[in-house]
């Protein structure tokens, strides 16, 4: 799959992933998500640096919306375009009622592209906050050329991890079961920059969610961009 397919996953066989159980929970999660996680300094952070390095009225694509709070409220009221899309019907009603100046889809990443019935068209900046940890490890360099395709040339993407050797693990999560993936920093930052990203900052944040049964965990930031 190239830089520039911008046909979902190509080469992967969709039909074959369940969604199911991860949309379902965060359905039932709701806006306790923003309860769980009240500070998201690492997301404002990361989320200001792309908003003031593009251009004023950039188009920017958030995957992974969850409830448009803060990352798409923010990108909104710095004077840009924002489509966010997000695998939970109930996240994106609360984005929508949370941020009603964006676009907002209930939609797969992996089912993304630029062009078609269903098209998203391109953007001048991709945001990705903890998405990709919801993705088995096999997806994720996919997953990351698909945006990259999505993105025009020298386009930014702003990425979020969480540090750990994981691959679709089970954990509790808000009284629920979630799966997740990880890497620790340099693996993610070879598979970032083997997918086509130049990376141009990185930060690092020690968070404990406001959660019992959700342990503290190590999120790892970067700001990248892309390579022609």
Known sequence: MSGDDHDGYAEFDRSAVDRAGQAEAFDAIGDRYDEAYPRKEGQLAAGRWLAETLPADSRVLDAGCGTGTPTAAQLVAAGHRVVGVDLSPVMV??????????????????????????????FDGVTAFFSLTMLPRREIPQALRLLHGLLRPDGLLALSMVEADVDDFSIP???????????VRDELRQVVSDAGFDIAGEETYAYAPASTDVPPEIQLFLNCRRRA
């Open 93 to 122: 009603k609360l984005a929508r009622d949370n941020v009603p100046a964006a676009e907002f889809r209930v939609a797969d990443l992996a089912a993304l592209s630029a062009e078609g019935p269903e098209g998203v068209g391109r």
């Open 173 to 183: 999560f808000l009284g629920h079961t979630i799966r997740v993936s990880g890497y």
